[in-house]
């Protein structure tokens, strides 16, 4: 039984039946083992060790066990390209990003595989290893290829727009080429010209991601600046004060460059986009009268 410990606890206090099997522990030990709570089933023929420390996503690690369950976690992952990858809902899941449940556990395999399991689905499919991450040491699919994914396979469209809403506000930095790529075979059958990716993620980016990003990024900057136009109008700018605004206005001036590439503000984000130059114009200005107004005390005193 010693191996076996030893084997669960390099793979998140998990094995399954055919390592335990391997391993020369019979079914019937198994089961005694778990009538005596030492170890609890999580997906067929995968156990886990009650004692220690639980790991995060248990049920997707267990359900990726299952999938090849002669081989360990280690061999499996020392492999030259991954034999499956977690992919699609499951995928997103694992990103913590939307609103997608974990199951049907959704793999993507290097070879032909056939499951009678309602709560998995395999689909065979070449993954380029640009589009494979590891998260909490299982592969899973970019956030890019995780969208490419869900549209694939007919994913339900409000999910995927809240999920890539979601990413947006919480900063996640968007790898625009890539999906573009991606989505190349995608864009006739959903009204695009035929192999136009670009046009494809442009939109699907328009609609869900550009806003949150812009109206947080707006957010943020409107109210940095609303400090240093109160400051600019008790004549109280200083050099670090300068600084600051001078910084706020680069960065602000970028963050509009990029939201019109990527879409059109509407007529309120106009209007906030004004306000914010009209602050710190009158910030930049406060500060020049008060600079003249130095200059002018000094030239007296001399």
């Given amino acids: ?7 669960a606890m ?3 206090g998990m094995f399954t039946t055919a390592q335990a099997q391997q391993l020369g522990v019979r079914r019937n030990q198994i ?3 778990r009538d005596a709570g030492r170890i609890e089933g999580l997906s067929y023929g995968v156990y886990q060790y009650a004692s220690g420390n639980q790991t995060s996503h248990a049920d997707v690690k267990a359900a990726w066990l299952s999938v090849f369950p002669k081989e360990s976690a280690y061999e499996r992952l020392e492999k030259p390209s991954f034999d499956a990858v977690i992919s699609g809902r499951t995928a997103a899941y694992m990103h913590g990003i939307g609103d997608f449940h974990a199951s049907p556990y959704t793999f ?3 070879v032909r595989k056939q499951t009678t399991r309602d709560d998995i689905r395999y689909f065979r499919q070449e993954i380029d290893s640009k589009d494979i991450i590891l998260v909490e040491h299982v592969p899973v699919t970019t956030l890019e290829r995780t969208i490419y ?5 007919g994913e339900d469209p409000d999910l995927i727009a809240n999920m890539i809403a979601d990413a947006a506000r919480n900063d996640y930095r968007f790898d625009h080429e890539r999906l573009a790529y991606l989505l190349k075979p995608l864009a006739k059958k959903h009204g695009y010209a035929t192999g136009d990716g670009e046009a494809f993620a442009r939109d699907l980016f328009a609609r869900n991601a550009a806003e949150p990003q812009f109206d947080q990024g707006i957010s943020n900057l409107l109210r940095s600046m609303k400090v240093i136009a109160e400051a600019g109008k008790a004549v109280q700018l200083n050099s670090e004060s300068l600084h600051s605004l001078m910084q706020s206005v680069i960065i602000f001036s970028a963050a509009i460059e990029a939201a019109q590439k990527s879409y059109a503000p509407t007529k ?3 209007r906030v ?3 914010c130059l009209i602050q710190v114009a009158d910030a930049v200005r406060l500060y020049q009268m008060k600079l003249t107004g130095e ?3 000094k030239d007296d005193d001399d």
């Fill in 108 to 110: 993507t395999l290097s």
């Fill in 295 to 297: 200059t002018r005390k």
């Fill in 10 to 12: 390099s793979q998140w």
């Fill in 273 to 275: 986009i004004g306000d």
């Fill in 31 to 33: 089961s005694r083992l």
């Fill in 149 to 153: 994914d869900l549209i694939r396979l």
């Fill in 1 to 7: 039984m010693i191996e076996l410990e030893n084997l």
């Fill in 268 to 270: 309120e984000q106009m």
